[in-house]
């Protein structure tokens, strides 16, 4: 069991990994070279930090708070640590002097997940791949198929974009405090894109947000929020968005753009 130095705060979602197997197994899944650029968010005290440095030295941590930042220094006086919300930190200028792309590894707060997420699809084109801790209910969302409950959203986007994959389940008993649901390891590779088939990126996250809107809709009535002539175009707009493919909203958006 790992040793807690700083009591967690709430205010800012944070439940530290205590054990020891499960830090390890994360990073070994995560199949670190010593060439890769990694980036780490959110590492607490260290947890799978010290298992990630024995496979690379190029390792950036983002961590917004400032006592864990103190203790991070004193572990790892060789690590770059950025005390920073990761919400607000640029990767862009990090990249330009970085190659390959950034790897993202981190157990993530729980209440951010989705901005944190869209954050990575929206700078997919520097990251390679991600490897985050996120709710089992998340994890389940952003695996979604058509015509489940868990397909939505997050679902789409992200299988657009990248190619998410559901690793091993982490128990809540695995956390100090102790949260109130289990939790999951999910890769996110962004090598695999189905993005080159869209007309219009921009449009397409709109038409995804927009036949969501409300669920129980026809995509009919849940797209009038787009100001678009659906008469003309040849698509069954009776049915509802969870109901299509992703093929199909890439289909649909490039009709209506």
Not at 202 to 218: D, M, N, P, Q, Y
Request: hydrophobic share 35%; net charge positive; proline share 4%.
């Amino acid at each position: 069991m790992i040793r807690i130095k700083n009591f967690p705060r709430k205010s800012l979602g944070q439940n530290y990994l205590i054990d020891e197997n499960i830090c390890r197994n994360i990073v070994n899944s995560f199949e670190i070279k010593e060439s890769d650029n990694v980036i780490e968010i959110g590492p607490g005290q260290g947890a799978i930090t010290k298992y990630i440095i024995e496979k690379t030295k190029n390792l950036t941590v983002i961590e917004l708070d400032d006592n864990n930042c103190k203790i991070l220094g004193e572990k790892f006086p060789n690590v770059k640590i950025i005390n920073k919300d990761f919400l607000k930190f640029n990767l862009n200028p990090q990249s330009a002097f970085r190659s390959p792309k950034f790897r993202i590894i981190g157990n993530i707060p729980y209440n951010i997940t989705s901005e944190i997420i869209f954050k990575l699809i929206d700078n997919r084109q520097i990251i390679s791949d991600a490897q985050l801790m996120v709710q089992e209910e998340v994890a389940q969302r952003l695996t979604g198929k058509p015509n489940s409950k868990e397909y939505g959203i997050p679902s789409v986007l992200i299988q657009v974009f990248a190619k998410p994959i559901l690793l091993f389940k982490v128990s809540k008993n695995c956390f100090y405090p102790k949260p109130g649901v289990d939790s999951r390891i999910i890769h996110i590779d962004f090598n695999y894109s189905s993005e080159g088939q869209i007309k219009d990126i921009i449009f397409f996250k709109k038409l995804v947000k927009a036949s969501f809107g409300t669920r129980r809709k026809t995509l009919k009535n849940s797209l009038k929020s787009l100001n678009t002539d659906l008469k003309e175009i040849d698509f069954d707009f009776s049915r509802r968005a969870e109901s299509l493919t992703i093929n199909e909203f890439i289909e649909l958006s490039n009709l209506l753009c």
